[in-house]
């Protein structure tokens, strides 16, 4: 049953898409303290498979994921600005940001206040970094507040994508920059492309990483399946492999035979 949750749940309404997701990302973060994952993307490797990323050794043991972030965050400017997260999640990310970026604040925004909580927990000896618990398509600044905002791996929970991209642009300050990842099933590309298409944004990258997500899926397949065997009751392993996509699961195989994709895409906000 759970299982065929995470095959339908893209294509459902936008009022229970958002309810399901919510309840979902509770669960994970209710369950976040007894193991020691900060982030839930799926990971990028390099297409060459070197990365030049120097991590400290503590948390090397999170590169692929960590290399997702790296890639998104690659691409516009962050050391020395205002910095937003949006879907903060586990707040590992928005943790690298900070620490790696050197911004001068880093926000981690989530849905989940449990996900807040978790966040503060892990990550309360990052003196540049906070977390706060908001909804991504009204979100709770003035606007033009923020010189970046990232969203990694978050959107396809959101009810309404338009009205995200909207919000992301009114929280921008002119000249702002965006960097947005996510996975699509591919009927949903095209709706996807209109939500961004607005005209205070400009777009200055994208790009197709499947290939580099399903590197970084088979490369971390292992550490998942312990994960899940060690922590997860018998009854909700199923749909945890599916969530996480390790080998074989619907949203592998929607990776490999291509009825799935992951994108990269980045913005600026038009001065006035």
Known sequence: MLAKLFVTILNTSPAVKRSLWKWWYQRLANRGLDTDWSFMNYGFIPTNGSSKLILEEEVEKDRVFIQL???AASQIPIEGLNVLEVGSGRGGGASFLANHYNPTKMTGLDYSQSAVELSQHLHKDVSN???VQGDAEALPFDKNTFDSVINVE???CYGNMAAFVKETSRVLKPGGY????DLQGEDMVSDTESAFDIPELNCIY???ITPQVLQALDDIHERKME???LHVPKFFQTAFRDFSGVRN???YNAFKDGSAVY???GYQKISN
Request: neutral net charge; proline residues 0%.
């Open 178 to 181: 965006f960097s947005w990842l």
């Open 129 to 131: 970094l906070r977390f």
């Open 263 to 265: 994108l990269a895409k």
């Open 249 to 251: 699961s619907k949203i």
């Open 227 to 229: 994960m899940i065997n």
């Open 154 to 156: 978050s959107s396809h």
């Open 206 to 208: 994208e790009e197709t």
């Open 69 to 71: 972030y790296d890639y």
